[in-house]
C-alpha cells in the first residue's frame, strides 16, 4: 500500500469512526463493544497473516514496538469509547483536532524532533481555531458532560504518546504483523476492561445498528484502519501523520448531518474553511519564501 493511499484510508476511516463509536455504544455497553471491534479485527488480522505467510517477530524490540502500539489502542479507544456516552461524533472528532499538538510537543520533547516553526504553529492555530468554530454550537457540558470531556482529552494524549513511541523504536517489519501484535496485546486488556466494568451479556437488548457499526469498525476501523497507520507511521512524523485529524472533523460532521439529522450551517462552513487554510499553510507555507526569491530574481 502506498502511502499516499495508506494516507487517505487513514482519513476516510478515522472521519467514519466517531460515528461508528457512537452508533455501537447505543445498545452495546461501550467497553463490551470496544472489545468485540477489537475481538472481530484480531481474529481477521491472524487469518490474513497466515494466508500472507506474513512473519510476527517476537523479539525484544518487537515486543516493546507492540507494547507502544497497543498504549493507543488500548488507552485511546477504551478512553473514546467511555466518552462516547456523553459526547457527539463531532466533539470527539473535534478533540482529536489537538493529536498534531501535543503530538508534535512530545515529538521534540522524547525524540528530539526539530523545534516547531513559527509559521507551523501559526497554521496549528489557525486550523485549531476553524475546529472550534465548527463544533461550538455542538459544545455543551450539560449533565455529566465534563467526564466525557476528561475521557476523550485522555484519548487523544494516549494516542498522540503511542505514535510518538513507535517512532522511537527503529524496527523494519511489516505493518500488519505491527497491526496483530499490537491487537494481541491489546484484546486481553480490552476484555478484563469489560469484566471490570460491566461483565454482562445482554444480547437480547442489542440493535442491528450497533452491531453493523461494530463489525464495520472491527473490519474497517481496527484492521484495515491500524494497518493504513502503522503504514503511513513508517514513512511520516508523528505530528504529521496526525494532522489527518484537522480534517476529519469536517467530514465527520457532514456524515452527522447526512445520517443524524444536523445542520450544517454558517459556523460549520466558516469553520471549514480555517481548517482548510491553517493545512495548506502548514504543508507549503514553506515554500512562500522560496517563491518570493524566486519572484525578485525574475
Not at 461494530?214 to 503504514?231: D, E, M, N, R
Request: charged share 10%; hydrophobic share 55%.
Amino acid at each position: 500500500m502506498s502511502v499516499s493511499i495508506a494516507y487517505l484510508a487513514v482519513l476516510l476511516i478515522w472521519a467514519t469512526t466517531p460515528l461508528g463509536i457512537v452508533w455501537s455504544s447505543e445498545s452495546i455497553n461501550p467497553s463490551l463493544a470496544v472489545f468485540l471491534r477489537m475481538l472481530i479485527a484480531l481474529v481477521l488480522g491472524v487469518l490474513v497473516i497466515k494466508l500472507g505467510k506474513i512473519d510476527i517477530p517476537f523479539h525484544k524490540k518487537a515486543l516493546r514496538l507492540y507494547a507502544y502500539s497497543a498504549l493507543g489502542i488500548f488507552g485511546g479507544m477504551l478512553c473514546s469509547y467511555l466518552s462516547a456516552s456523553y459526547l457527539s461524533s463531532g466533539i470527539i472528532s473535534l478533540v482529536f483536532g489537538l493529536s498534531p499538538v501535543i503530538s508534535a510537543v512530545l515529538a521534540k520533547r522524547i525524540l528530539a524532533e526539530p523545534n516547531i516553526s513559527t509559521i507551523r504553529k501559526l497554521s496549528m492555530g489557525i486550523s485549531l481555531s476553524g475546529l472550534a468554530v465548527v463544533c461550538s454550537d455542538n459544545f455543551t457540558l450539560a449533565n455529566d458532560g465534563i467526564y466525557g470531556v476528561i475521557f476523550i482529552l485522555l484519548a487523544v494524549f494516549f494516542f498522540s504518546l503511542s505514535g510518538v513511541l513507535v517512532k522511537s523504536v527503529s524496527l523494519a517489519i511489516h505493518p500488519l504483523a505491527t497491526t496483530v501484535g499490537a491487537l494481541s496485546v491489546a484484546t486481553p486488556l480490552f476484555f478484563l476492561s469489560w469484566l471490570l466494568l460491566d461483565g454482562t451479556l445482554p444480547i437480547e437488548t442489542w440493535q442491528a445498528k450497533s452491531l453493523w457499526a461494530t463489525l464495520y469498525l472491527g473490519v474497517f476501523g481496527s484492521l484495515i484502519g491500524f494497518y493504513a497507520y502503522f503504514s503511513v507511521l513508517q514513512k511520516l512524523s508523528a505530528s504529521s501523520v496526525t494532522l489527518v485529524t484537522l480534517i476529519t472533523p469536517i467530514i465527520a460532521l457532514t456524515l452527522g448531518s447526512v445520517f443524524n439529522g444536523e445542520v450544517i450551517n454558517d459556523k460549520l462552513l466558516t469553520g471549514a474553511f480555517m481548517v482548510l487554510l491553517g493545512l495548506s499553510i502548514y504543508h507549503f507555507g514553506h515554500l512562500l519564501p522560496r517563491l518570493k526569491k524566486k519572484g525578485a530574481r525574475s
